[in-house]
C-alpha cells in the first residue's frame, strides 16, 4: 500500500501534446477515478503509472520515490486492462501465477496467493480451465484475480467493465467496491462512465484535453462543479446551461437577462461589469418549486418523455435555448402549453465568461436545501 | 427425382477430382512394384513385388541421400522458424524507421527466380567454403523460406492484441521471454503450417541441390533419385525411381496429416476477448 504523486506530468507523441503537467495527489488506500471524454488522456495517465508510457517531463512518485525510470514490474502496482489480456494458452492458474514466477517468488508461496485470490473472486473451480472456456465475468475476475497475487501497492484499472453486459457490469461494479474495501489498496480506476466513477470513487479527478479539470469527492462535482466542462460531463440528463447578460450588481443581488426574461440571484462575489456575458447552469432534477428566492425562466414544452419514477420535459424558451426540466412523478401537460420553470437560487450555478465558477459553491449547502425541499414536498 | 440426380452429378464429379489427384501416386506405386519389360504394360493390379525398394536401400546411396535431405530441411525449418519469431516480433510490434522497406525489401528478395541469383549464389558460396557440403543448401534454401516466413508471422503476430504485451511487462516478462513463452505458443498454429511449407519446398529442391553439391554422399533426395541410372545407358529404371519417390513422399504425407489438424485448429481458435 501507498500513496501516489504526480507532479507536472507531461507526454507528448511526436508534436502533440497529449498530457500537460498533470499534478495530482493520491493517498494511501484512496479510490480514485479518471473520469474524461475519450481522448482526454485518462488512459494514457494510467499506462504512464504503470510504466508502460515513458513520460516526457515531470515525476511519479510512488510512496515517496521517483519511479520515471523504473520498469512496469518493478513498480509493485497491478493493472487490469479493458481485454482482460489473459493469456490464452494458459489456464487461469497459470495465468495468475506468470507473474508470479518471474519475481522469484517460492513455488507453494505462489500457489498459497493464488488459491487465496481464487477463494475470495469465486475462481476455484476453474483453476485448470483456459480463458476461452469461461464467461466474461469469470475473465474479468480472473484478470483482478491476476493482479491481486501481485500483492501490488497500487491497482490500476483500464475501463475494466466496459466489455460485460449491463446486468453484469452493475455486479462486477459491487465487486470491485467491496474489493476494495476488503484489500484497502490504492486503486486508480480510468473510466468514461460516470455512473461507475460516481458510485466507486472517493475521489474524482476529470481530464479533459489532456488537462486536469477538477478533482473532488463526487458529490462536490455534482453540487460545484469549478467550471463549465465539469457542469456539463458531470450529471445526467446534464445540466442546463443558458447564456445570460449581467444588467446590474446590487445590495448583494445581480439581475441577469435571459434572452427577453430576467432573473435575479443572491451575489456576493467578485465585481462583475454590467454588459458581461455570463452562463447560468441549473440541473433538470433541480427544478423543484420550494420557498425562499427562485428563478424562473418560462417557455413552450417541446417533448415530454414519461419515464413512471420522473417525467423530463423539454422546453423551448423564446429566444430559442432548450432547457430540459426533470420532476419527481408524473406531470401533465402535452407539447405546445406554456410552462414555468421553477428553481431555488440556491441550486443556480453561475460561470463567467471564460467558463469559470462565479458562486464559489460547496457541495454541503446546496445540497442541503435542495434535499430540504425534497422533504418538504 | 431432381435431388437423386443432384446428388449422382455430385458424386460422379467427386470421382472425377479424386481420380485426377490421386492416380499419378497410384500409378506411382504400381510402377514401384514392377521392373524391366513389365513397366509398358497396363497393369493396374499388379502383384506387390518389393525387389525395387529392396535394391534402393540395400545398394548406393540412397538413404544417405534421405538422411541429407532431413537434416537440411529439419534446418532450415528451426532456423528460418527462430529468425522468421524473432524478426516477427521486431517488424510486427516494434515501431523504428524504416520497417515499411525492410518489409518491402524482404518481399522483394522472394520474387527472383530461382535461377537469377544461382550463379551469384554460386560464388558465395565458394567464398564461404560451403561448395559440396551441406551448409550450402541449409544456406540458400533460406533465402526462399525466410522471406515468406517472415511475412507470414509478421502478419500473425500483428493480430496479437497489444494489451497482452502490456499485461506481460507488468508481470515482468523481459523481451526474449515475451516473444517464447507468449507469442511462441500462440503462433504454434501458424508455425506449424509456415513450417510445413518451408519443410515441403527444402525437401523437394532440386536445381540449388544440382548445382552446389558434387559428391553422392552430400546429395539430397532429389538429386539423387534424377541420378538413378540403369545397367545400361540405354535403360531407365522406372520401377526403382517410383520405388524412389514412394519413400520420398510418405514422410511429407505423414507430416501434413500430423500437423493438419493443428494448422485447422489454429485457424479457428486463438481470439482473445
Known amino acids: 500500500m501507498a500513496d501516489l504523486s504526480l507532479s507536472n506530468v507531461r507526454k507528448a507523441f511526436g508534436a502533440l501534446n497529449v498530457l500537460h503537467g498533470i499534478d495530482l495527489k493520491i493517498e494511501d488506500g484512496e479510490f480514485v477515478v479518471f473520469v474524461g471524454p475519450s481522448g482526454c488522456g485518462k488512459s494514457t495517465l494510467l499506462r504512464a503509472i504503470a510504466g508502460l508510457e515513458d513520460i516526457s517531463g515531470g515525476d511519479i512518485r510512488i510512496g515517496g520515490e521517483i519511479v520515471n525510470h523504473v520498469p512496469p514490474a518493478e513498480r509493485q502496482i497491478a493493472m487490469v486492462f479493458q481485454s482482460y489480456a489473459l493469456y490464452p494458452h494458459m489456464d487461469v492458474y497459470t495465468n495468475m501465477a506468470f507473474g508470479l514466477k518471474f519475481a522469484k517468488i517460492p513455488k507453494d508461496e505462489i500457489d498459497r496467493r493464488v488459491r487465496k485470490a481464487a477463494s475470495i473472486l469465486k475462481l476455484d473451480a476453474v483453476l485448470d480451465r483456459k480463458p476461452g472456456a469461461l464467461s466474461g465475468g469469470q475473465r474479468q475476475r480472473v484478470a483482478i484475480g491476476r493482479a491481486i497475487v501481485r500483492q501490488p501497492k497500487a491497482f490500476l484499472f483500464d475501463e475494466p467493465l466496459s466489455n460485460l453486459d ?188 471564460a467558463g469559470q465558477a462565479m458562486l464559489g459553491r460547496r457541495s454541503g449547502p446546496a445540497y442541503g436545501i435542495l434535499g430540504q425541499e425534497f422533504r418538504a414536498r | 427425382m431432381k435431388r437423386l440426380a443432384k446428388t449422382v452429378a455430385l458424386t460422379l464429379l467427386k470421382i472425377v477430382v479424386v481420380f485426377y489427384t490421386i492416380f499419378p501416386f497410384y500409378w506411382a506405386i504400381v510402377s514401384s512394384f514392377k521392373s524391366g519389360a513389365a513397366l509398358f504394360s497396363v497393369d493396374f493390379f499388379p502383384a506387390i513385388d518389393l525387389t525395387n525398394y529392396r535394391d534402393l536401400l540395400t545398394n548406393g546411396n540412397f538413404l544417405r541421400n534421405i538422411l541429407n535431405s532431413a537434416i537440411v530441411a529439419v534446418s532450415v525449418v528451426t532456423l528460418s522458424l527462430i529468425f522468421a519469431i524473432t524478426s516477427a516480433y521486431a517488424l510486427g510490434k516494434m515501431k523504428f524507421r524504416g520497417r515499411g522497406i525492410v518489409l518491402a525489401g524482404i518481399l522483394g528478395a522472394s520474387m527472383f527466380p530461382q535461377i537469377v541469383v544461382l550463379s551469384g549464389l554460386f560464388g558465395t558460396i565458394r567464398w564461404l567454403g560451403l561448395y559440396n557440403s551441406l551448409g550450402s543448401l541449409v544456406l540458400s534454401y533460406m533465402i526462399f523460406s525466410l522471406p515468406f516466413t517472415v511475412w507470414v508471422m509478421t502478419s500473425f503476430i500483428r493480430q496479437i492484441p497489444a494489451e497482452l504485451e502490456d499485461a506481460a511487462r507488468m508481470d515482468g516478462c523481459s523481451t526474449w521471454a515475451m516473444i517464447w513463452q507468449i507469442y511462441f505458443p500462440l503462433l504454434a498454429p501458424a508455425l506449424a503450417s509456415t513450417g510445413l511449407l518451408a519443410f515441403i519446398a527444402s525437401w523437394n529442391e532440386f536445381l540449388f541441390a544440382l548445382t552446389f553439391t558434387l559428391s553422392d554422399t552430400v546429395r539430397t533426395v532429389p538429386v539423387g533419385l534424377a541420378l538413378i541410372s540403369g545397367s545400361s545407358r540405354f535403360e531407365l529404371p522406372f520401377g526403382t525411381i517410383m520405388a524412389a519417390s514412394v519413400i520420398v513422399t510418405v514422410p511429407l504425407i505423414l507430416l501434413v496429416l500430423i500437423f493438419q489438424r493443428r494448422i485447422v485448429s489454429g485457424l479457428t481458435a486463438g481470439a482473445v476477448k
Open chain 1, 166 to 353: 449491463a446486468a453484469l457490469r452493475v455486479n462486477t461494479r459491487i465487486e470491485i467496491a467491496k474489493l476494495h474495501r476488503e484489500l484497502g489498496a490504492t486503486m486508480i480506476y480510468v473510466t468514461h462512465d460516470q455512473v461507475e466513477a460516481m458510485t466507486l470513487a472517493d475521489k474524482i479527478v476529470v481530464l479533459n484535453a489532456g488537462r486536469i479539470e477538477q478533482v473532488g469527492t463526487p458529490l462536490d462535482l455534482y453540487h460545484a462543479p469549478a467550471n463549465l466542462f465539469v457542469a456539463g460531463f458531470i450529471g445526467s440528463p446534464a445540466m442546463n446551461l443558458m447564456e445570460a447578460r449581467v444588467s446590474a450588481v446590487a445590495d448583494g443581488n445581480m439581475k441577469l437577462s435571459v434572452g427577453e426574461q430576467h432573473i435575479s440571484l443572491p451575489y456576493s462575489g467578485a465585481p462583475v461589469a454590467p454588459g458581461a456575458t455570463v452562463t447560468v447552469g441549473i440541473r433538470p432534477e433541480h427544478w423543484i418549486p420550494g420557498d425562499g428566492p427562485s428563478v424562473k425562466i418560462e417557455g413552450t414544452v417541446d417533448l415530454v418523455e414519461h419515464l413512471g419514477e420522473t417525467s423530463i420535459v423539454y422546453l423551448r424558451l423564446a429566444d430559442g435555448q432548450m432547457i430540459t426540466v426533470r420532476y419527481p412523478g408524473d406531470i401533465f401537460c402535452t407539447a405546445g402549453d406554456r410552462f414555468v420553470a421553477d428553481a431555488p437560487a440556491a441550486a443556480v450555478h453561475l460561470f463567467d465568461a
